[in-house]
């Protein structure tokens, strides 16, 4: 089962709707006035990160502002020290480019378990 734990956690926001379904440890993005999307597009910037599961047009609980997690759900290899950024599937990935927006930092990956530093 995917989990997301705050090991000291940032600013958690509750406030605004959700467009479009989202799942736990999907990074989330601005999509209008109090409105909230999965962000999918490294480029573009990420608010935060979800707490849980989201049916569209409820509201979230939006990790931001930093704080230390772990979690199960991110995508590719990655290592300590990697900086990370959302991927096609709104995900954390390692692979930070030319233009894609840093997210998050990795502190160590053990066990599936990746512990990360929030950046947004």
Known sequence: MAFINAAHRGLAYGDGY???DGELGQLVKVAGNDLFAMNTDPTTPSFGILIKGYKSGEMP???CMGGVYETDVFEGTVQAGDLLKASTNGKLTAGVGEGDVV???AISVSG???KFRLVV
Do not use: E, Y
Request: proline content about 0%; hydrophobic content about 50%; cysteine-free.
């Open 18 to 20: 959700l467009q479009g």
């Open 61 to 63: 609980g939006i990790f």
């Open 103 to 105: 997210v998050a930092q």
């Open 112 to 114: 599936g378990t990746l």
